[in-house]
């Protein structure tokens, strides 16, 4: 990539920046559109916007998330989100430090050097420009301003651990912060129960369970709920709540009707038959409220038999006391649970989680093929050679100006979004049992995917591509080309971040796409108040995606921050601006699902630390492509690291995997309602208020009458 290629890239990723956030200014303040732009705020009875200030300062909301606090993101979005930016702030916090020393030191020293031959290595793959004499390309073989990129090696990696010390304590104080508030929270009483070993000759597994845990804490055991197998009252209650929304759509066309048209009416129909296509036409009406009356009674019969007959080997159990629910098991963390894997067994779910991560390891090495492909084919010039009809059109000035900015990144970027998806699908399967598990399991696969594919992948794919017959010639010299292909893609990724930053920020202000989506399924699909809900909710931050493409980011910078430094700054603007406007959608937009107290910080200090161990194993190698002697003296840095890591985890990682007792023991304000509680675990094709306890005796243990609730 030229210059003229990479300032392209940036001044129209830029231009397209300012027109997405005007066009946030302007429709963010349409009263039609505020269920699109402050559904949070919405949904808390609040009012979406300050329509004084806000109607006549475009910037309004960059104003409101900078004054913000921890406590009203808290406040708005729980202790997930709050954390989330922690890790936003700790990066940024990393690469500003760093730069504070490496911009003015090393750009400087790497600049007036002019030792490196240019054709050994580049920061734009075949063309030695300006960019790359700032680079520590442009130094020299066993020169001594090495020592200058060799002690800022160093500076980057103590940066990181005083910044990441800090922030676990931090966040280990909002966490316990949260576990101590007075409110009380249903997932402070519950432990899951899983592995009940069969049962005894002539006990019922709900007696099991109540007189093993009744022994063992007489005074604070509540009850307990046996998992069952609730595959097809699921289908069946899936099925009844589809009917009564079909009979309130219908309802709801049927009542306009009367006011666009006869002052009777028309009644609406539909087909029986496969998606309403064929089969016999039937009044709506009459027919989904028929479906539905047939459903009901099946549905609380199969409930009965569910209860009664499809038991499995796990239970919930609940306290009084939080206390003892903290001291008798680990706590569950979300009462999002994933009702279908409570039963699997310990050596099932051992089995699945292994097959899993064979699967994700040959994904991600069968990936790494085409996107190594993808980096190595959308390069201009191995289109020229590979696709030699193509020159007439790519030789063009503007046009290849255009295919250099933009066709790389772009190509790798869909590519990516294919997979998110797949690997959520991947860590349900592996058994686990809440929702907030699964985001962060699916974004541990989402990151290594990332690093592997994209990081190593686009770097060793693109070199192989374009060196393979010297590498053919002499296979012994694969290291020697890799090591020197790394600042051949410096170019490549400082691009790949503007545009991440730029457009991907851009849409997440302006949120385009969700609008466009929600006003054509308001205008021609929705037809009840429940729909329109379901058109205009937002949904949460998706923590399993978000953190991992951001992890990325943090990998490319660190990585490339001593031997391009011009990185940093990019790096500083993509989690300066995502802070910003993360912190806008987070307060107004995201509404979180689950509330894990801060149960996926541990994983992203580990990320951030297997990301700077990869920087210090990159520097160490290309030292050594350098000729540089004293390479060796990167080598503690790389040990320390791990010592870092194990002493953090040491030290703050038990807080997080179980509540500390000192914690649970702070009172409530009031006495929990166990009832309420209890109730709160009841999945919904479960829950019927006709039927008594009585007849969920076998699943559902019971509580002595004279109980009394507050």
Not at 13 to 39: E, I, Q
Not at 225 to 252: C, F, H, P
């Amino acid at each position: 990539m030229d210059l003229s290629s990479f300032v392209t890239s940036l001044v129209t990723s830029f231009l397209l920046f300012v027109v997405l956030m005007l066009l946030f200014a302007w429709l963010s303040r349409k009263p039609g559109n505020m269920f699109v732009y402050y559904p949070n705020r919405i949904l808390k009875g609040l009012d979406p916007i300050d329509t004084g200030y806000a109607a006549r300062n475009p910037f309004a909301w960059a104003r409101e998330a900078l004054s913000s606090t921890e406590q009203d993101v808290i406040a708005m979005s729980g202790i997930d989100t709050a954390v989330y930016f922690v890790f936003l702030s700790t990066v940024l916090g990393i690469l500003v430090l760093s730069g504070l020393l490496l911009l003015p030191v090393l750009l400087p020293v790497a600049a007036t050097d002019n030792s490196a031959k240019p054709s050994n290595s580049t920061t734009s793959n075949g063309t030695f420009n300006d960019v790359d004499k700032l680079s520590m390309g442009n130094i020299g073989e066993n020169n001594n301003r090495l020592w200058a990129f060799l002690i800022a090696t160093y500076w980057v990696s103590f940066v990181t651990y005083y910044l990441l010390w800090k922030a676990y304590k931090h966040v280990s104080e909002l966490r316990a912060n949260a576990l101590e508030s007075p409110e009380v929270k249903p997932e402070q009483f519950a432990v899951l129960v899983r592995d009940i070993p069969d049962l005894p000759e002539g006990q019922t597994r709900k007696e099991q369970i109540d007189s093993y845990f009744k022994s063992i804490y007489p005074e604070t055991f509540y009850r307990s709920m046996v998992v069952t197998n609730n595959k097809q009252v699921n289908k069946i209650y899936e099925e009844l709540e589809g009917y009564k929304k079909k009979l309130i759509r219908a309802e709801a066309i049927y009542a306009d009707s009367k006011t666009t048209g006869k002052p009777e009416g028309t009644r609406p129909t539909n087909k029986t038959g496969f998606l309403g296509l064929c089969g016999e036409k039937v009044d709506s009406i009459e027919y989904y409220s028929e479906k539905i009356k047939e459903l009901l009674p099946k549905l609380e019969a199969e409930q009965k038999a569910t209860l009664r007959e499809k038991q499995q080997g796990a239970a919930l159990v609940f306290f009084t006391s939080r206390v003892t629910a903290a001291s008798a098991a680990q706590s569950l963390h979300a009462q999002i649970l994933i009702w279908t894997n409570l039963n699997i067994k310990f050596f099932s779910r051992q089995v699945r989680q292994n097959v899993v991560y064979v699967i994700v390891v040959l994904t991600i090495f069968f990936y790494m093929i085409p996107i190594g492909f993808i980096s190595a084919f959308t390069t201009l010039a191995n289109l020229r050679k590979l696709l030699p009809f193509l020159k007439v059109i790519v030789d063009q000035a503007a046009i290849k100006t255009v295919l250099e900015a933009y066709l790389p990144q772009i190509a790798l970027i869909v590519f990516l979004a294919l997979l998110p998806k797949f690997l959520l699908f991947l860590s349900k399967t592996e058994g686990i049992p809440s929702q907030s598990h699964i985001e962060r399991a699916a974004s541990g696969k989402f990151f290594y995917f990332s690093v592997l594919n994209v990081f190593i992948g686009v770097t060793v794919g693109g070199t192989l591509f374009s060196t393979f017959k010297q590498i053919e010639k002499d296979p012994n010299s694969v290291v020697t080309l890799l090591a020197q292909s790394l600042p051949g893609n410096a170019t490549f990724f400082l691009t790949f971040v503007a545009l991440k930053f730029f457009v991907g920020y851009g849409l997440e202000l302006s949120r385009i796409v969700p609008l466009i989506i929600f006003h054509l399924k308001k205008k021609y699909l929705c037809k009840t108040e429940d729909e329109i809900k379901e058109a205009w909710f937002p949904g949460d931050l998706h923590y399993a995606t978000r953190v991992p493409g951001d992890m990325l980011i943090v990998t490319i910078v660190l990585c490339y921050s001593v031997i391009a430094p011009l990185i940093i700054p990019f790096g500083v603007v993509y989690f300066g601006l995502g802070w910003l406007i993360h912190r806008n959608q987070a307060i107004k937009v995201y509404v979180p699902s689950y509330e894990s107290y801060g149960r996926m910080w541990p994983h992203m200090h580990a990320r951030i630390l297997a990301s700077l161990v990869l920087y210090q194993l990159t520097m160490f190698g290309y030292f050594g492509t350098k000729k540089f002697p004293y390479t060796v003296i990167l080598i503690p840095g790389i040990i320390f690291s791990l010592i870092f890591a194990y002493v953090c985890k040491q030290k703050f990682y038990r807080f997080f995997h179980d509540t500390a007792l000192e914690v649970a023991t702070q009172e409530a304000k009031e006495t929990p309602n166990m009832e309420q509680i209890f109730r709160a675990y009841i999945p919904p094709s479960l829950s019927n208020e006709k039927i008594d306890d009585d007849q969920y005796e076998d699943a559902l243990s019971q509580v002595p009458r004279s109980t009394s609730f507050v």
